[in-house]
């Protein structure tokens, strides 16, 4: 916890300044609509949240949640203009977001860092609805080479990282997880995964959006 609020007022600062490219290609690989719903799942001290609105419009709804006080509070700050907005201090690995609440979701950079990876996960899947989206933007450390096994040491350490592999775990609760990027880096991925059915009853989505 007292890592997370240290980075609100030093890394995070400098990282927002930097947020522009990654949230525009979230917005476009989401295809959000005005009207539906999205949740950002660990969002630090809300970066995402002017590109999330704009996107879904007034008639649309925001919910970001983040785990460290000071980040959620620097977030609420910065959502206070739009009443659609909700800036939740929530542990992802452990909190109900509302099942089958949200159109699309984004995690970037989060559920590495989480001690309990597949929970996090599941729980993301959860708040979907049978067609919903989840872009994810992630550190990935599966490969075998120097660089990343002094990554994951430093990772671990400085973050507590388990060693999940995300897009395997993604793969273990979603019908679809697709790279956004053919060929991706030796350290970070970039995913869409796609709720196809309803987890509770088996049933597919009609219509489902198609892969892109």
């Known amino acids: 916890m007292q890592l997370w609020d240290f980075a609100a007022l030093t890394y995070y600062r400098v990282l927002d300044?930097?947020?522009?490219?990654l949230n525009t290609l979230a917005v476009d690989k989401l295809e959000l609509e005005p009207g539906e719903a999205v949740l950002d799942i660990g969002c630090g001290t809300g970066a995402s949240i002017p590109a999330l609105v704009e996107a879904v419009g007034p008639q649309g709804r925001v919910v970001a949640m983040d785990f460290s006080p000071r980040m959620v509070a620097i977030a609420r700050r910065r959502a206070a203009k739009w009443p659609n907005v909700e800036v939740r201090l929530a542990d992802a690995c452990s909190t109900d977001h509302g099942a089958g609440e949200f159109d699309?979701?984004?995690a970037l950079g989060t559920f590495?860092?989480?001690?309990?990876?597949?929970?996090?996960?599941?729980?993301?899947?959860?708040?979907l609805r049978p067609g919903g989206r989840l872009?994810?933007?992630?550190?990935?450390?599966?490969?075998?080479?120097?660089?990343?096994?002094?990554?994951?040491?430093?990772?671990?350490?400085i973050a507590g990282f388990t060693g999940a592999d995300v897009v395997e775990e993604l793969r273990n609760v979603f019908e679809r997880v697709e790279p956004v990027f053919r060929v991706e880096g030796e350290t970070t991925t970039v995913v869409m995964a796609r709720k196809l059915t309803d987890t509770a009853t088996g049933s597919a989505c009609t219509p489902c959006r198609p892969s892109g």
């Open 17 to 21: 300044r930097f947020a522009g490219t």
């Open 135 to 157: 872009f994810v933007f992630d550190v990935r450390l599966a490969r075998k080479t120097r660089t990343t096994r002094f990554l994951r040491a430093a990772y671990r350490r």
């Open 104 to 106: 699309a979701a984004v």
């Open 112 to 127: 590495s860092a989480m001690p309990d990876v597949p929970a996090a996960i599941a729980n993301a899947a959860d708040a």
